[in-house]
């Protein structure tokens, strides 16, 4: 039996978050998460949505098929992808540091 998310809807594909509750896949998540590490990382808007873009897709792949799959298994699977890229990508993908031009 699947696991139900917070609301009790059962959901295509689970992610299990670190306290043990679980929710819906979100794509716009990781693509938001791997643009801001990019903007941290002081790249062009361009280069950011280029890279959040092709990292998005390698997560919806690994996660198709799976009900359930732990958000820690997802966040690795995110810095591996932005390692090959530029392990600066990675540190900040990894620390969530803030863009410090921009602020």
Do not use: W
Request: with cysteine; hydrophobic share 30%.
């Amino acid at each position: 039996m699947e696991k139900g998310n917070k609301e009790g809807q059962i959901c295509k594909n689970c992610i299990v978050k670190r306290k043990g509750h679980t929710e819906e896949f979100d794509e716009r998540k990781v693509y938001g998460s791997v643009y801001a590490a990019c903007a941290s990382a002081h790249l062009e808007d361009t280069e950011c949505e280029k890279n959040a873009d092709k990292v998005t897709k390698v997560i919806k792949k690994f996660v198709k098929g799976k009900k359930m799959i732990k958000a820690e298994n997802i966040h690795k699977k995110v810095n591996a992808e932005l390692k090959k890229k530029d392990e600066e990508l990675a540190f900040f993908y990894e620390h969530h540091l803030p863009d410090l031009k921009r602020l």
